[in-house]
């Protein structure tokens, strides 16, 4: 993002460029097939184009881009678990190799795993003490809306706006540590 002008066609070429590395690696890190995973780069792209208006600091869009991607991830996840019915099964699944049923479990963990983290994320926005802040967090992180968005909805400057980010994640930081030392855990041993 060259500017602070909104986004010409001419810009939109070298913008997925250098970003569509970072999409895709993303995109790579949930348990989607690559096929999944390149439709959900396209979408992703398609959302940047469609909001090319709105997108018009640079500082922050790799971060609204990759929380637009594990949005998208995470969709895409809940649209194909709703798909997959018992009767779709085949006999033949049932009974595949033990790595072809490990890495099925292991997407399944991850999956898991992803949807513990964010609910965790919703409890940490929703116990944090500053309404302003506990706002921008679930606009961003939860709603994926863009910095510039977000200080429109909220009229307040964009540096604001990252101010108020830095600090939620500066709390939810100290907070995770507190968690982690009260239950025992290190993360060096993690």
């Keep these: 993002m060259p500017s602070a002008k909104p986004m010409q ?5 070298p913008l997925y460029h250098n970003y ?3 999409v895709a690696s993303i995109a790579a890190n949930f348990p989607l097939s690559p096929q999944q995973q390149e439709e959900v ?25 990759g929380t637009v991607t594990r949005h998208r991830c995470l969709s895409e996840m809940r649209r194909v678990r709703c798909t997959i019915a018992l009767e779709d099964i085949s006999e033949e699944a049932l009974h595949a190799r033990p790595e072809m049923q490990h890495a099925s479990m292991q997407r399944e963990q991850q999956a898991w795993h992803l949807e513990l983290s964010l609910n965790l994320l919703q409890q940490l926005i929703d116990g944090h003490r500053s309404p302003v802040r506990r706002r921008v967090a679930q606009l961003f992180y939860r709603e994926g809306q863009s910095v510039a968005v977000i200080a429109s909805v909220l009229q307040m400057r964009p540096n ?7 600090r939620f994640r500066l709390v939810v930081e100290k907070s995770l540590v507190r968690l982690l030392e009260e239950r025992g855990i290190d993360l060096a041993s993690a």
């Design 160 to 166: 604001t706006v990252l101010s108020h980010l830095r």
């Design 9 to 13: 066609p001419e810009t939109f070429v």
């Design 41 to 65: 780069c396209q979408d992703v792209f398609l959302i940047v184009w469609e909001k090319k208006e709105q997108l018009l600091h640079e500082k922050a869009f790799a971060s609204w881009l």
């Design 20 to 22: 569509s590395r970072l």
